[in-house]
Every structure is written in structure tokens, then in C-alpha cells.
DNA sequence: TTGTCGCCGTGACTCGGGTCACAGTGACCC
DNA sequence: GGGTCACTGTGACCCGAGTCACGGCGACAA
């Protein structure tokens, strides 16, 4: 995840160099995010030139279902989850975003209230862009728009791909599923983002005894292995296997 | 749902007069189309040229799970299903389109293959619009990216939602918001779009003896009547709060 | 009329998985 | 060290909802 610090010229620069410095890390940062990857140095600056950075503790409700919305979100360092809320306190969490992730982008083009909460799960810093601005960019960068699309249909796909997993497998499907989809395969072996089962099981729409229970009939059958907490793919045929439905 | 015939005068025109005179059509029939509402009827010619009419009769697979897709469908009459097919033969309903409804844009968007398969309910004819004709048209028209982020956006909260009411609400709570969402307000009554219990059940993942029984409940309960498989309700407020998480 | 067909309603049985209640286990901090 | 806290593992119990099995009913064709 390295990129190339701004070495040689730099674009025109005129306010005091301290800002401006700043201004160019959150450009170099806004490279790395593939909404903007298309991106020119200049245009980046335009885009940096735009953002406000908040800093949000733990725990911290970011936005709020129902509110009006009318930013984007880029997380810079930190981690978020995207959760629905019902009134007595049970949560589903739709997804959690770390760094370069985004989210905001509904409300933005529809201008219709947010959808669901969003809470920082641990001390984060985003990047905020409000819509008036981020518009006028965009019409300036079309290409942004097209990286849009990419990204909420990469979200769609997602989406109907959980529905279809609440529908047709099992809990013990559903957790394989999680697990699959957080393994970043490496050598010697392919890790998951480690998670508690508390979480997973919000992910999933199930109670956390039964996402345990899953996890351990997986060990015993030696599907996954468990060392300090980080877990490890062992038979990813056989995950895959139990996460398609109708075995 | 009545729009101006092409009155008045009409753009430059070659080719011969019969096969215009159905291009005329198919621009006004786009023009009732959210996608392209914001064009003028140029830019509606231009997309109409790019389209091909296919008939499908009931029950046929227009595209399937996994297929390389490359192309915009567009439902001129009849309708269609998106579902999700397991092995075991199981269908999961993720939406039933209808007249103006388009559907295959992901695949045009990102390219991956098709994520479910979309079957006619009934015979329909439907618009097709190959991907490097339709790019090229986009790229003329960016009112047509802006509808269509429009488009997935409120895709995606529907998905959400439905995610969300799978994992907090019960069945009979899944009915009773399938129900007001196929509710269209009018007087005397606000009537509901009429469906099968089989269809209901294969959208909310639930069996359709499920489906029944809460059907059953909501009459008895006086929140809706059923008069020759016509359904309306009469309580609109207790069927809100019975789609609510956590009555 | 009588068949056939698709859809609806209901009872009986079963079971996946939610809930409750605890016990165990690290990790971290006084 | 010991206390606190967040997480995990497991047994017991029970309920929502899936499955199976019918019977009824309206529509439509022969």
C-alpha cells in the first residue's frame, strides 16, 4: 500500500506552505482511494482542496438514520461499521470500512436521508466532503462519476448476495460465507481479518452462541485453525463447499 | 402515465418512413423511462436507434447467474423476475420489474458476470441495448450516469432495507412490509399490486404456508380485506407498526 | 356438466437456532 | 500478584417457522 511521495515539481501553491503540506498528504492519501484513482495530481489537490478532516473517539455516532445528509465520508485512519439499528437495540451491521473506504454517497446523490447509522469502532479520521462542492468537482472529473457506479455496484452485487445468504443457507453456511469473504489468501496460509464472533454474528443475522458453535465444529472437522485469535483457512474447498446453498 | 404523441415537428429523418415511425415509438415509450427522462427527443432517437426488440414468452430465461453480460434490457410490456436460484431448485425473488423497469446494468458497469438470473413472468418484450453502443451514448448524454447512479442508489437502500427486515422482523412483519410496498394509495381504497402467496414467500424467504397464515391474521385482525384476490388495506398505520422491528 | 390446474387454508410434527445461565480464559492495568 | 473486562464455549430449554399432507375452491377448457 506505498505510493509514491510527492517528489519533484508541485503544482502552484500559494497560501502558507505548512497548509499546503497538509494538502498535499490528504491528495497523496486521496490516490490511494480507488474513487479518485483516476485521478491527475491536480485534480486530487482540487478534491483535497475540499475536505475537512473530523476526528471521531470510539464508539462515536458518525451519522444517523433519518438524518439529511449531505457529505461523503473517506476514512483516513481508523475503522467504522455501518449498522441498522431497531428500537430495541438489536444491530445489523451492513458492513465495516477501514481506511480508504467511503460512505455518505446515497444521501448525496439522491438527497434523500440516510439510510443507516455509522459508528467509528475505534478512534478514526475522516475525510469530509460536502455535497455542493463534491458536485462541482465532479462535474469538473467525470471520471469520478464512472468510479461511483463501479463502487455502488460492487455494493449491489454484495447486497444481494447477503440476501441470498439469509435466505437459502444456514447459519453455519453463513459463517463459512464471512469467513471466505474476509480471507486475504497469503503464504503460508490464508488469514481473516480477525473479528469477534459478536460482530460476525451481526453480520450475519444470528446470535453469537451459534456463530461459536459454528466456529468450533469447523476447527474440530479441520476446516479453519485458531492461534491467539487469529484465524486461518485450512480446507477452503471444504468452506466453500458449506457455503453453497443446498449441499 | 400519459405522455405527448411526437406532435408537431419531428428531427431529420432518412430512413424509410415505416421503420422511423417505429423508432418514434420506441424514443417516446424511452421517454416515459426515469433512465432517460432528462432527454430531448434527439438524444431519445439516438438511444432508440441503439436498440433491438426481443420477444420472450413466459417463463423463459433472459439471462442467467454467471453469464458474461453485456448488455441494458429495458421492459416494453409484460414482466419480469430477478431471482436467485440454489441447486436444490429454491428461488429467492430480489425484485419483479414491470413496464419502464430496466435491469442488467451491473454487468455493464463493471463487466463481471451476471449476478442472478431474470426469468418473464409473462410474455414481455423487452428493449436491448448492447454495452459498447450504450457507453458511447452515455458518454454524449451524462444525464443518462447521473440517472443511473439515481438508479442504484435507491437499489441499494432497498436492499439494505430488505437485509435489515430479514434479520429483525418475523414473518409476518416481512408480509405486512411487502404489502405496503406494493401499495398504491388511492380512493376509494389503497389497493395492493396482486400477487401469489408463492411469490410473496420467494420474496421475503419465508415458506408459503408461512405467508398464508399471516395473511389470514391480517383480515381477522381487520388491517386488510380480500375480495377476489384483490387485496386492500383498511389499517395502514397497524400494518406500519406491525413492519416495525421491535413492536 | 366434469375434469384439470393453480392457488389458498389449516392441522400436526419436527427442528434449527434464539435465549438464558454460567464457567473458563486471556489481556491489560493497578 | 489480583481485579476487571471483553470475549469465548457449552449445556438446557423452548418457540417460530419449515415441512408434509390434505381438503376446498374458483377458473377455464372439453
Redesign the pocket.
Given at each position: 500500500m506505498s505510493y509514491p511521495l510527492s517528489s519533484g515539481h508541485v503544482p502552484l501553491r500559494f497560501a502558507a506552505p505548512s497548509m499546503s503540506v497538509s494538502l498535499d498528504r490528504i491528495a497523496d492519501f486521496l490516490g490511494t482511494v480507488p474513487l479518485f484513482r483516476e485521478l491527475d495530481r491536480v485534480a486530487l489537490r482540487s478534491f483535497a482542496d475540499i475536505t475537512r478532516e473530523h476526528k471521531y473517539g470510539k464508539g462515536t455516532v458518525i451519522v444517523s438514520e433519518g438524518d439529511p445528509g449531505d457529505a461523503l465520508y473517506v476514512v483516513r485512519t481508523g475503522e467504522v461499521k455501518v449498522v441498522l439499528v431497531a428500537e430495541d437495540g438489536?444491530e445489523v451491521i451492513l458492513g465495516v470500512l477501514g481506511v480508504g473506504d467511503h460512505f455518505g454517497e446515497l444521501s448525496l446523490i439522491d438527497g434523500r436521508p440516510r439510510s443507516a447509522h455509522v459508528i467509528a469502532t475505534s478512534t478514526s479520521s475522516l475525510l469530509v466532503l460536502r455535497r455542493a462542492d463534491f458536485r462541482r468537482q465532479v462535474e469538473q472529473q467525470p471520471q469520478v462519476g464512472w468510479a461511483l457506479l463501479m463502487e455502488l455496484s460492487r455494493r449491489l452485487r454484495q447486497a444481494d448476495g447477503t440476501i441470498g445468504s439469509l435466505v437459502l443457507l444456514?447459519?453455519?453456511g453463513r459463517v463459512a460465507r464471512v469467513l471466505l469473504e474476509n480471507a486475504t489468501p497469503g503464504q503460508p496460509a490464508t488469514l481473516i481479518k480477525p473479528m469477534?464472533?459478536?460482530v460476525m454474528?451481526q453480520m450475519i443475522?444470528?446470535?453469537?452462541?451459534?456463530v461459536?458453535?459454528a466456529?468450533?465444529e469447523f476447527?474440530e472437522k479441520g476446516w479453519i485453525a485458531?492461534a491467539?485469535?487469529q484465524v486461518t483457512i485450512v480446507d477452503r474447498v471444504a468452506l466453500e463447499a458449506r457455503a453453497r446453498p443446498a449441499l
Open positions: 438489536r444456514d447459519v453455519p469477534t464472533h459478536q454474528s443475522g444470528a446470535s453469537r452462541e451459534t461459536s458453535r466456529m468450533s476447527q485458531v491467539r485469535r
